[in-house]
């Protein structure tokens, strides 16, 4: 697998999923032999990350049409490489609110400190996270940009 990624996104701060009736991947792919090249991504941290997802994201990309780059992107930026708070205790690498006013236990939790409105879904898996984003933005409000 070959492509070009030209980003840098902050690192600091702030399961199984089912498409068509197969998981797409369970947990993320940590292969020496992927062949990503990096072009002005100069943290380690963002190169592990972008490593260790690169083969999710071109999974949802065949799956949902959504470009591989942006996908990978979009988690990267979202999740601080995969170390903030919904990343790490929610597996939401995209950050994505709840705003439902009846939630079911486990649904959703507030990660930030004073903020009543700040409520993250909950997944029970990296790849689950990553299958909620591509279904909002292939079907969602987001549909036709």
Same mark, same amino acid.
């Given at each position: ?46 190169? /592990? #990350?972008? +490593? %260790? !997802?690169?083969?999710? =994201?071109? /999974? #949802?990309? +065949? %799956? !949902?049409?959504?470009? =591989? ?77």
């Amino acid at each position: 697998m070959n492509f070009n990624i030209n980003l840098s996104a902050p690192t600091s701060g702030t399961g199984s999923g089912m498409i068509g009736g197969a998981s797409v991947i369970s947990q993320p792919i940590n292969n020496p032999n992927l062949n990503v090249f990096f072009s002005g991504v100069q943290d380690q941290k963002n190169r /592990n #990350y972008i +490593r %260790a !997802y690169s083969e999710l =994201a071109m /999974n #949802y990309h +065949r %799956a !949902y049409g959504v470009p =591989a780059s942006i996908l990978l992107a979009q988690a990267l930026i979202d999740s601080k490489a995969g170390e903030n708070a919904a990343a790490t205790l929610n597996n939401n690498h995209f950050a994505i609110q709840c705003h439902s006013k009846n939630c079911r236990k486990g649904h959703c939790s507030s990660l930030e400190k004073g903020q009543h409105k700040a409520f993250y879904r909950k997944y029970k898996s990296v790849d689950e996270s990553w299958r909620a984003h591509s279904l909002m933005i292939t079907t969602g409000k987001y549909r036709d940009l």
